[in-house]
């Protein structure tokens, strides 16, 4: 378990070197955008306390609110998580073909294209040209760029899968596979019919929330939770409690997420059976909400005091709880009777940041830091920094959700009794709305640390196994193969 | 499991069911929507929307309005929409036919757009409205769309579309404040916004 009892890990393998290249660049330019994103997101938050304040940038068209705002969402997915998802499941398909790389350029290649696609698509919503769909803002001709580097991506992937040596296929894999194949398709889907193409009237909304709950459901999740399956069982060195389950949960998400979108506009002017279908999906989600939680509680039982001391199993931990807390709130949510009231209403957004905040990048950070001193050869400078990174998170995101969830739910009453105005309605989530600023505030500079601890691994020497005594360990370290 | 066929066949088909339940069915369905023929006035509903509106939704588009302002109105029991009188009715896919670009939205920090053309039908307003909204509402949150609008010198008589101004906003003497043209298609956009026609399928909710 600790680096005593096996130190030569710390040194990196074949194939941590073979796969570093494509795994750090992924990981550099996703903390490169999460920086960028969150002086964005920050900037929209500030905005809505204060629209006329100096920073509302009135004057500045595109440091404004209705470019901003979006901006700084599409760069939390498509920048951000996404390439820190990408490197982390490059990492785990590497690692799990068992068979030497030899097309780690592909994949670089890959994301520098989902890169350069990222640049000229903020610069296009800026400069004015967004499409005005929410989550598919950037312009057609970036999105081609990054479904371009996609299509790399996932036949990188099968071809990996297909070269493999390790036989037996482990669920991690699954995920990684069917999130790879999956955003392709629904992201081209989405951006040629609505923007290229150009479906009629509201097969434009049935495609565009269509999209959206696949972009949660079926690119997002699968991401995260291959990590979970991955990494949960490595750091706690024992086989996951059941394979069986995991795949149950696989199948379930595979069939019915693509189909939750809908859930978005519930009333809204399609067909009854299209938002019944989203919503029974959605409630249905949670068999997998379940049975991944069943899983990964039964392969930690009896070892949850290591979540104190292993800083990158408590964010996969912590972030596989959020997983399930945020489907939960989804399906709780997809009922007609509480939709009526949080839709419209900033409870949406709450649902949105617990899913992006809490659970994905819970579970990316603890694989990067569990992947990050691998791949170096270099320890955590600073595990105080890795803490402080955790509870700032937890402290920003829980008084985010909360506090969005509460103006919400007013918002929402507020909204269902005509004889409120609007602007009383604002009123009335004022005092939120700035104590969205403070959470957001908190949010962004754990990020900050968490990308100064990054930065602080270059520090420190490599350390040779060889020669050297082990450092005090920071992150325990484990077996590489989950499988038993 | 050890074949990665099947795993991949899997992953395809059952992606699949929704791709066809959600996209290409409505892809397919919507496209082949006809207007109806009010039998009283014997005009077509939805009317047809003119080409300035449609370049004004590009402006919407842009400048991020659908992260605030709805565009779709619920049955009496599912909101409080109709109470609000934003409409007379529900919206359906048919209201939505003529129109190139659809923004649904999911927000509503300001209040919903369905038919903003049939609550207000002054242009000045619009005008004033982006170019400082509290200047319509004090406590308004609504951003400044200053953008939209320059300044120009007075040529002779004044310009129809100018901004009837008041106090520190008026413009130095000689020049006026007028909209773009980027800001007239953006409020010929908003005026066209009137779904207070009649449709079969939408019957009006009674009391």
């Known amino acids: 378990m600790s680096q005593s009892s096996s130190p030569t ?46 920073l509302s940038c009135a004057n500045v068209p595109w440091l404004t609110y209705g470019r901003v705002y979006p901006v700084s969402l599409d760069l939390l997915v498509y920048g951000s998580a996404s390439l820190f998802g990408i490197g982390v499941a490059i990492w785990i398909l590497a690692r799990m073909a068992k068979t030497p790389l030899l097309t780690g350029w592909l994949p670089f ?98 495609i565009h929330w269509w999209y959206f709950g696949c972009l949660f459901g079926l690119w997002l999740t699968p991401l995260g939770l291959a990590a979970a399956f991955y990494f949960i069982p490595i750091i706690l060195d024992r086989p996951l409690y059941s394979e069986g389950l995991a795949l149950l949960g696989f199948w379930v998400l595979a069939g019915l997420a693509g189909w939750t979108g809908l859930t978005q506009i519930i009333g809204g002017p399609l067909p009854a059976w299209m938002i019944t279908t989203s919503i029974v999906a959605k409630v249905l989600l949670i068999i997998p909400i379940i049975a991944v939680a069943a899983n990964l509680h039964l392969t930690m039982k009896g070892q949850f005091e290591l979540i104190k ?42 649902r949105n940041y617990l899913m992006l905040f809490g659970f994905f990048f819970f579970v990316s950070f603890g694989a990067i830091y569990f992947i990050v001193p691998r791949i170096l050869g270099r320890f955590w400078r600073y595990a105080l920094l890795v803490r402080w990174h955790f509870w700032l998170s937890i402290a920003g995101l829980g008084f985010l959700v909360f506090d969005l969830t509460i103006a919400g739910v007013l918002q929402g009453f507020g909204l269902m009794d005509p004889k409120v105005p609007i602007p009383a309605i604002l009123d009335m989530i004022a005092p939120f709305v700035t104590g969205q600023v403070v959470a957001a505030l908190v949010i962004v500079v754990a990020n900050i640390v968490s990308l100064f601890s990054m930065l602080t691994v270059l520090v420190n020497p490599v350390w040779h196994a060889a020669t050297e005594k082990a450092p005090e360990p920071i992150l325990d370290l484990g077996e590489e193969m989950p499988v038993a | 499991m050890k074949s990665i066929t099947r795993l991949v066949l899997g992953i395809f088909v059952l992606f699949g069911l929704s791709w066809i339940g959600l996209v290409a069915y409505p892809y397919m369905t919507f496209a082949e929507l006809k207007a109806d ?33 709805s565009q779709f109105t619920r049955d009496k029991d599912e909101g409080g929409d109709i109470d609000r009188q934003w409409a007379k009715r529900r919206t359906v896919a048919r209201d939505y036919m003529n129109d190139r670009q659809v923004f649904l939205g999911v927000s509503r920090l300001g209040p919903d757009l369905t038919n903003v053309g049939v609550r207000q039908k002054d242009t000045q307003w619009y005008y004033r409205l982006l170019y400082h909204p509290q200047s319509i509402n004090p406590t308004s949150i609504m951003p400044a769309y200053r953008w939209l609008f320059r300044e120009q010198k007075i040529a002779g008589q004044a310009a129809n579309n100018a901004l009837k101004l008041e106090g520190t906003e008026k413009p130095r003497p000689g020049y006026e404040i007028v909209p773009t043209a980027e800001g007239e298609s953006l409020v010929a956009y908003l005026l066209s916004l009137k779904r207070d026609y009649n449709l079969p399928e939408a019957p009006e909710p009674k009391e």
């Open chain 1, 9 to 54: 890990l710390i040194e990196p393998s074949a194939t941590n070197r073979a796969v570093r290249v494509p795994v750090l660049f992924f990981f550099a330019s996703g903390f490169a955008w999460l920086l960028v994103a969150s002086i964005l997101w920050l900037l929209s938050v500030v905005q809505m306390a204060d629209p006329n304040g100096w």
């Open chain 1, 109 to 206: 290649f890959a994301g520098a294209l989902w890169n350069a696609g990222l640049v000229f698509g903020v610069w296009g919503v800026l400069g004015g040209g967004s499409t005005g769909r929410e989550w598919l803002e950037f312009p057609p001709y970036t999105a081609f760029a990054i479904f371009v580097a996609q299509i790399i991506i996932a036949v990188w992937a099968v071809g990996l899968c297909l070269f493999r040596r390790q036989r037996q296929l482990y669920v991690s894999q699954y995920y990684l596979l069917g999130a790879f194949i999956w955003f392709p398709w629904f992201y081209a889907t989405a951006n040629g019919l609505l923007n290229v193409v150009g479906a009629s009237g509201v097969a434009q909304s049935a």
């Open chain 1, 309 to 350: 001391s292993n800083l990158a199993l408590r964010f996969l931990m912590i972030g596989a709880m959020l997983y399930g807390l945020s489907g939960i709130w989804d399906a709780i949510n997809a009922f007609r009777t509480i939709d009526r009231i949080t839709q419209f209403t900033l409870a949406v957004s709450a």
């Open chain 2, 37 to 69: 023929r009010d039998s009283v006035t014997n005009e077509l509903t939805p009317p047809g929307v003119p080409g300035v509106a449609q370049q004004g939704s590009h402006v919407f588009a842009a400048n991020g309005c659908v992260y605030c302002h």
